[in-house]
């Protein structure tokens, strides 16, 4: 443990207090590092090192130490206390971050550990910048007791408190357990890495002693398990390296703060530019598949989006993007997985980035090609009203700019639910492809003409004929903008001009909301 004590000339003390710096820099010991990077893990200030702009971090409270004793924390007190804080930039904009250190304590949280975070927090939310949490650590500080619980307990409190004021990610590259899990789960984007990064509730050995299942730490809250199945991740990636150069990536599409606008680039793509490739991608034919990931490289500048939550809810893609070198939020129905239909995973994530979008004046695009809600008793038993509800609340609370463009299929309440324009979409297009109805034209027959072909001598031809008569009443692409529910049916290959054009116009849009404490959106 580095000396404080102090002696000599000012400029003696200067150099010791240099001395002194350094070996915090340093960390506890060589051997110490050693063990962290066999692990395959980086120390908390190589992390950011590589999240921030090299030179611009300005460390706060570097040489606290705890004052904890018993249990031989009193011979223990090394600076820092197991987290670093601070602020720095990501391409010239202020970050602030804190840093689990696993080397001490195994990065677990105590009363001071705790402060630290609690004084980088308020820092963050005073001066409207966005936090960023480097996850490391092992938890409470079971020698501390019930301060280390109360630590945790000023952390949630402070990020709901700037939930929607400035972006909070979450990057976890280590464990996460217990109580400390809720903290990433407050914030608004959750990156994790393959094999260093766990989270759980109740770990392996409390599961089997509880339940009787064995399972692995990262069978039970690995990075592929919460980016593909509970949802809790955003983001999966194999190292830190990529995962913390696309936590910077994401920082440049994001505003400081709700109270400015997200920063705009300048693109060499078009905005004019048109796309004869938007012909062929959507098939005319309903019922064939196609990746609406393709539309959406043929839309956006230079072909680049970055993709939320991608393994989780795969029949719906939410991405960033840039239109003219605006950042917009694209919410698109999925027709390569389970034909695009809207479940109750589907809806929570496009619920959840929706609302984000909102919090941080992004525009919202969506990119519409959905059969309906995804029928079946586990849907329903499994609240499929609520949770589908949860989409529909999100947009219709949303004041931020909202275009909806109707690719091909609109089906009954799943397209009322995707910005349609009865729910306040600011505009709305549709390709001549599209197909705007309460259900598709053989399924609306068998409703509507029922009697009529059980009685016909060629059930089958009679069935054909009122499809026809069906789909060419209510179904043909014109019917929606003839009663004004669309604004215009537009050529394909003009998709990018137009959305360019609206966002244009759009930019200033004011739009408030009744005066309330806050809404109670559907759980």
């Known amino acids: 443990m580095p000396t404080t004590e102090v002696s000599g000339s000012v400029s003696e003390r200067t150099a010791q207090l240099g001395a002194l710096k350094e070996l915090v820099r340093e960390g ?24 921030l702009d090299k030179g611009s971090f300005t460390e706060v409270e570097g040489l606290r130490r705890h004052r904890a004793s018993g249990f031989g924390l009193e011979a223990r007190k090394p600076h820092t206390d197991g987290v670093v804080t601070g602020w720095g930039t990501v391409e010239g904009r202020t970050v602030f971050v804190y840093a689990h ?10 009363e001071a550990h705790a402060e630290k975070i609690h004084k980088v927090m308020d820092l963050a939310l005073a001066a409207g910048a966005p936090l960023v949490s480097l996850n490391d650590g092992a938890g409470a500080r079971i020698q501390e007791g019930v301060q280390a619980l109360a630590g945790y307990g000023g952390i949630f409190r402070r990020n709901t408190a700037a939930s929607g004021v400035i972006p909070q990610i979450s990057v976890m590259l280590g464990p ?13 984007l959750v990156f994790m890495v393959r094999e260093t990064s766990q989270m759980f509730i109740t770990g392996p050995d409390v599961v089997q002693a509880v339940t009787g299942e064995q399972i692995t730490q990262n069978g039970l809250g690995g990075a592929d398990v919460h980016g593909g199945t509970s949802g809790v991740a955003h983001f999966v990636y194999d190292d830190e390296e990529t995962c913390l150069a696309e936590v910077r990536y994401l920082l440049s599409l994001l505003p400081s703060n709700n109270r400015e606008l997200p ?29 609406v990931r393709a539309v959406i490289e043929e839309i956006v500048d230079d072909g680049e989006f970055l993709e939320v939550h991608a393994a989780f809810a795969p029949n719906l893609v939410c991405a960033l993007a840039r239109l003219e070198g605006r950042v917009v939020g694209l919410v698109a129905n999925q ?12 809806s929570e994530k496009g619920a959840r980035f929706v609302q984000f979008c909102d919090s941080f004046n992004i525009p919202l695009v969506t990119l519409v090609d959905v059969p309906g809600f995804l029928p079946g008793v586990d849907q329903e038993h499994d609240g499929i009203i609520r949770r589908g509800a949860k989409l529909l609340y999100a947009y219709c609370n949303a004041t931020v700019p909202r275009i909806s463009l109707v690719l091909r299929k609109a089906y009954g309440g799943a397209y009322i639910v995707m910005d349609s324009r009865s729910i306040g979409a600011d505009l709305a297009f549709a390709w001549p492809t599209n ?14 003409f029922r009697r009529e072909i059980a009685a016909a001598e060629d059930p089958v031809a009679m069935r054909a004929r009122k499809i026809a008569e069906y789909r060419s009443e209510l179904v043909h692409p014109y019917y929606a903008a003839e009663r004004g529910l669309v604004d215009d049916v537009i050529d394909p290959r003009q998709t990018r001009p137009l959305l360019c054009r609206a966002l244009a116009m759009l930019t200033a849009k004011a739009a408030d909301l009744p005066h309330r404490k806050h809404g109670n959106p559907p759980q």
Do not use: W
């Not at 010991?29 to 999240?51: F, M, N, S, V």
């Not at 197909?435 to 509507?448: D, F, P």
């Open 28 to 51: 506890p010991d060589r051997e110490a590092t050693e063990r962290q990077h066999a692990r395959g893990k980086l120390t908390a200030r190589e992390r950011i090192e590589l999240l």
């Open 101 to 110: 250190d696993f080397r001490i304590f195994g990065g677990a949280l105590g």
């Open 176 to 188: 996460c357990a217990g109580g400390a899990a809720y903290s990433p789960a407050l914030t608004d």
């Open 263 to 291: 920063p705009r680039v300048v693109t060499a793509d078009p905005p004019d530019r048109e796309s004869g490739a938007l012909l062929d991608l959507v098939p005319a034919d309903g019922n064939r598949s196609y990746d």
């Open 335 to 346: 027709p390569a997985a389970l034909a695009g239909v809207l479940d109750i995973r589907a």
């Open 435 to 448: 197909e705007i109805a309460v259900m598709g034209a053989e399924g609306a027959a068998n409703v509507v």
